[in-house]
C-alpha cells in the first residue's frame, strides 16, 4: 500500500513542478517583452533599437541590401503638454504612431526613440531616396486627418532627420547622422518661423 501512495507523490511533485515551470516561462516572457518594449505607445523600445541597428547593419554587411533610418521628432510637443496635460499629450502620441504606422511596409521596424517625443525607423531595403519618398507619405497621412484633444483639433508636425547605410559605417555613425541631419532640420525650421 506504500508504493501507490508514494507514486502518486511523486507524481504529484512532478506535475506541480511542470506547472511552476510553465508559469515562470510565461512570467519570463511577458518580462521579456516589456522590456523591449515602450508601454505607452507599445512601439519597440530604444533597448531593442540599438540591437536590431547592429542586427540590421551586420546583414547589410552580408548581404549588401541597403536600409535607411528616419528619426522623427514631434515639433513644439511642449507646447501640447504644457497647454493639454500629459494625458492629451500622451493621446497624441498614441495617435501619432497610428497614422505612422498605417504608412509602414510590414517589413519596417518602428521604435520609441528614448522616452520622450522622438521615433525611429528603421526602413529595410530603402535607400535614402525611398526614406524620404517614406517621409513625405508619412507627412501627408498626418495632415488630412486632424489630431483631436477632446473637441479641439490640434496641428502635430514633426521633423524627420535622415541616414543610411554603407558598407564601411558603422551602426552608431548611421544613428549619429540621423540626429545630426535632425538637429540641422529643426534649428533651420525655427529659424524661418
Not at 48 to 65: H, V
Request: hydrophobic residues 40%; contains cysteine; charged residues 30%.
Amino acid at each position: 500500500m506504500v508504493f501507490p501512495i508514494l507514486i502518486v507523490a511523486i507524481l504529484g511533485f512532478i506535475l506541480g513542478a511542470i506547472v511552476v515551470c510553465i508559469i515562470l516561462s510565461k512570467s519570463i516572457k511577458k518580462y521579456k517583452q516589456q522590456s523591449l518594449t515602450d508601454e505607452l505607445t507599445g512601439l519597440y523600445n530604444s533597448r531593442e533599437f540599438k540591437n536590431r541597428l547592429i542586427q540590421e547593419t551586420e546583414r547589410s554587411k552580408r548581404y549588401k541590401l541597403p536600409f535607411s533610418l528616419l528619426l522623427i521628432d514631434v515639433d513644439k510637443f511642449k507646447d501640447i503638454n504644457d497647454n493639454f496635460g500629459y494625458k492629451a499629450a500622451d493621446k497624441v502620441l498614441c495617435d501619432l504612431v497610428s497614422k505612422i504606422q498605417n504608412q509602414l511596409r510590414a517589413s519596417d521596424l518602428f521604435f520609441r526613440y528614448k522616452l520622450g517625443d522622438e521615433f525611429v525607423i528603421i526602413a529595410l531595403n530603402t535607400n535614402i531616396e525611398g526614406a524620404k519618398v517614406l517621409a513625405e507619405r508619412i507627412n501627408k497621412s498626418l495632415s488630412k486627418e486632424p489630431f483631436l484633444i477632446g473637441k479641439q483639433q490640434i496641428e502635430v508636425r514633426i521633423t524627420i532627420g535622415f541616414s543610411d547605410f554603407e558598407i564601411d559605417k558603422p551602426e552608431k555613425r548611421i544613428e549619429q547622422e540621423a540626429i545630426e541631419d535632425l538637429r540641422r532640420l529643426k534649428q533651420n525650421k525655427y529659424r524661418l518661423i
